[in-house]
Nanobody, 129 residues
Framework: HVLLVVSGGGSVQAGGSLTLSCVAS????????MGWFRQFPGKEREGVAA???????SYAESVKGRFTISQVTAKNALYLQMNSLEPDDTATYYC???????????????????????WGQGTLVTVSP
């Protein structure tokens, strides 16, 4: 199984920015999906953003226009640029990857969750008012 190593969490004031990174131990075979989830205390993990090997991207409504997911395939790396952070974004963030990732009639985020992804370790993001 591929291993995912996450970095980049931390503390920031509201309105600030952070970038999360996720590096896979090996290249993923196509078709694949990769993405980010977050978990609030006492809540289930929720999808934030995902992309697939064809470049399709989906975002949770709550982060659209503020967060950007991207990848550098040569580095087996996935990123989440988070701008205009709000206290409600405070959570533990997880990277996930699924290969193969096969889907139809659903978003890339839904596909990632349903294709039994591998998870990286969580990284805490804290946004203060």
């Amino acid at each position: 199984h591929v291993l995912l190593v996450v970095s980049g969490g931390g503390s920031v004031q509201a309105g600030g920015s952070l970038t999360l990174s996720c590096v896979a131990s090996s290249a993923l075979n196509r078709p694949y999906c990769m993405g980010w989830f977050r978990q609030f205390p006492g809540k289930e993990r929720e999808g934030v953003a995902a992309l697939d090997s064809d470049g399709l991207i989906s975002y949770a409504e709550s982060v659209k226009g503020r967060f950007t997911i991207s990848q550098v395939t040569a580095k087996n790396a996935l990123y989440l640029q988070m701008n205009s952070l709000e206290p409600d974004d405070t959570a533990t963030y997880y990277c996930a990857a699924a290969s193969p990732c096969v889907y139809r009639s659903m978003t890339t985020l839904q596909a990632l969750r349903s294709n039994r992804p591998v998870w990286g370790q969580g990284t805490l993001v804290t946004v203060s008012p």
